[in-house]
């Protein structure tokens, strides 16, 4: 037990998914977990661990933001021996081609400030995914037919974003896809020598304005889900 995870030792496995939902959490997990059981609920933050064809798995909510999530990866890779963390959740578009149900698997992630921060000083650490993750990953998605991209994203440190001058210089170099907890994900897998990678549904799109409506989100990452255990267990 932690100061934010109440599951005792044993209770998570060494493969964890984390939507920033928790809500979401409990829904992946019975959907596409076997005897999926409740490890955590401290603050709300639910957790759950069961079986995916007959691999451990734990889907634990990381809260929305790169503070919140570095609270929960370190616990759970610390103190708890996770080894792959995969995020899966929703971003937003910032490329002509990338469309609205697509996934995009982030091979690195920008960003202007991670609470790992401070540990670099005057360095600008590039987080990365695992390769092997990416890789395996992106061959699920073509199996199932979803489009799916691959390459460098933004994760922001703000939500509601007055810096369109900045969104326009990511989009002309080539961002794919903007969200919020990415960066800090790969840099605390990285110092801790975990593997990590985010497998993200485009759910709106920053330059058409578009959004998927509520009732067509669960079949999309009904995908995302699929293909991030797929990755997991290659």
């Not at 995870?5 to 998570?12: F, V, Y």
């Not at 957790?47 to 929305?64: A, K, Q």
């Not at 469309?99 to 698997?105: C, E």
């Amino acid at each position: 037990m932690t100061v934010h995870i109440g599951a005792s030792p044993g209770e998570i496995a060494e493969t964890v998914l984390m939507p920033g939902d928790p809500l979401r959490a409990k829904w992946a997990a019975e959907t596409f977990l076997e005897r999926a059981t409740c490890v955590n609920e401290v603050r709300g933050m639910l957790g759950f661990t069961g079986t995916w064809r007959g691999h451990r798995v734990t889907i634990h909510g990381s809260g929305m933001g790169m503070p919140s999530l570095s609270i929960y990866a370190n616990e759970l890779i610390r103190d708890y021996g996770a080894r792959t963390l995969i995020r899966i959740g929703s971003a937003g578009a910032m490329q002509p081609h990338v469309k609205l149900r697509d996934i995009v698997l982030a091979m690195t992630s920008s960003t202007i400030s991670t609470p790992s921060r401070g540990l670099f000083r005057e360095l600008n650490f590039a987080p990365s995914a695992d390769f092997g993750l990416l890789q395996a990953a992106h061959a699920a998605a073509e199996a199932r037919g979803v489009p799916v991209h691959a390459g460098g994203i933004y994760s922001s440190d703000v939500f509601y974003d007055e810096r369109p001058d900045l969104n326009e210089q990511m989009t002309r170099h080539g961002v794919l896809a903007v969200e919020m907890e990415v960066a800090e994900l790969y840099t605390v897998a990285a110092r801790n020598g975990a593997r990590a990678l985010a497998v993200l549904t485009i759910s709106d799109h920053l330059l058409t304005g578009e959004a998927m409506a509520s009732e067509d989100r669960q079949s999309s990452f009904s995908d995302m889900v699929e293909i991030a255990l797929a990755a997991a267990f290659a």
